[in-house]
C-alpha cells in the first residue's frame, strides 16, 4: 500500500484527488495540507469529504503531515509547490507535482531538486492527453512543413494561467518536431466551468487533421496523479513524466 501526502487538499483538485485515494484499496492518505489561515486547518478529512473517518486531520505544517507519507501529491500554486519540494528534499520523500505556471527559472529548480528526489512534473496528469502529445509528436513530424498547424485551448473562467501548461507544452511538442517553426500560437479562451479542451489543427492546401481532446470531470488528472505516484514510489532519484507512467502499464 502507498501512502500519499496531498496539498492543498481544499482545492478543487486537492479534493477530488483525495476523494478518489480514499475508495483506492492500493493508497492511504497520510496526510492532507492547506494554506495557514484556511478556515479547514484541523478538520478531520474524512469530514470534509464526507466519508469514513481517514484518522488525518487536514493542517498547514506540511512537516508534520509529511511523516508517514510514502509519496506527496502537489496541485497548488507555484509559491507553495516550491516551499513543498523544499520540504520533500528534507524528508527525502518523491514528489508528484501538477501544479502549473511556472516560471522557467522554478522549472530549473523543481529540476535541480530531482538530483536528491524522484520526482514527476507534468503539465497535464490526464493518461488521454498524454497519449494526444505522443500523436501529436508524430503527426507533426510525419505531416512536415506541408501542413500549418493551429492550437487552441478552452478552460474554465477560474484557471489563472493563460495559455495552459497544458497548451505550451503542446507548442513545444510541435516546435521540437518542426524546426521550420519558429512559434506555435495558442488561442486560449475561458469559459464558464469548462474543464479542459485542446485542439491541434494541421491544415495543407489537400486535407485537414484535427487531433482533440475534451476533459469530461477533473477526475482524470486526480485519476492520473493517483497512478503516478503509486509510479514514483521506489524510484531512484531523477526527473520523470506521465510518459514514463504510460509506458510501465
Known sequence: MVKVTICGV?????????????????????????????????????????????????????DEAMNDADCVIDFTIPAATMENVKIAIKHSKPIVIGTTGFKDAEIEEIKKASENIPVLLSPNMSLGVNVVFGIVAGAAKKLGAGYAVNLNE??????????????????????KARPDLKEVSIESFREGEVVGDHKVVFESEFDTIVISHSAKTRDIFALGALMAAKFLVGKKNGLYAMKDVLEAI
Do not use: F
Not at 475508495?23 to 495540507?33: H, K, S, Y
Not at 478552452?154 to 516546435?175: R, W, Y
Open 10 to 62: 481544499c482545492g478543487k483538485m486537492g479534493k477530488r484527488i483525495a476523494a478518489l485515494a480514499s475508495r483506492d484499496p492500493e493508497l492511504a492518505i497520510a496526510g492532507a495540507t492547506e494554506i495557514q489561515g484556511c478556515s479547514l486547518i484541523g478538520v478531520n478529512l474524512g469530514d470534509e469529504l464526507k466519508t469514513h473517518n481517514l484518522g488525518v486531520a487536514i493542517t498547514a505544517e506540511l
Open 154 to 175: 478552452t478552460h474554465h473562467v477560474h484557471k489563472k494561467d493563460k495559455p495552459s501548461g497544458t497548451g505550451k507544452h503542446l507548442a513545444e511538442i510541435i516546435k
